[in-house]
């Protein structure tokens, strides 16, 4: 059984920092790409960073560019969202995802994953 589990939201005031992880078990994801997304009370779910399965190619979500770095660990089978300077526009609940598709294929859609992690709240008071 597939399973993503995030830790590390938690409260932070503007202007700090916090380091979100995702961890997979049940299959390795070292052939994927891997992303995170996030969902605010009555918004839809929206893309904020994506990792290429060889860790060379990035992509991030304009409102995040430059505060936020998406990372991986391949022995942990783990990704990493490292985010600073953050706003209280980025109070959501942070979620992970991987495709079952392998290699080059990645996507800025919820609709491009098959695997999600339960989420993890970040709260940035103002």
């Known amino acids: 059984q597939v399973q993503l589990v995030e830790s590390g939201g938690g409260l932070v005031q503007a202007g700090g920092s916090l380091s979100l992880s995702c961890a997979a078990s049940?299959?390795?994801?070292?052939?994927?790409?891997r992303a995170w997304f996030r969902q605010a009370p009555g918004k839809e779910r929206e893309f904020v960073a994506s990792?290429?399965?060889?860790?060379?190619?990035?992509y991030y979500a304009d409102s995040v560019r430059g505060r936020f770095t998406i990372s991986r660990d391949y022995g942990k089978n783990t990704v990493y969202l490292q985010m600073a300077s953050l706003k209280p526009e980025d109070t959501a609940v942070y979620y992970c995802?991987?495709?079952?598709?392998?290699?080059?294929?990645?996507?800025?859609?919820?609709?491009?994953?098959?695997?999600w992690g339960q989420g993890t709240q970040v709260t940035v008071s103002s």
């Open positions: 995802a991987a495709p079952a598709q392998s290699g080059g294929y990645y996507s800025l859609s919820p609709r491009g994953y098959d695997y």
């Open positions: 049940g299959r390795t994801f070292s052939n994927s790409a």
């Open positions: 990792i290429s399965w060889r860790g060379d190619n990035t």
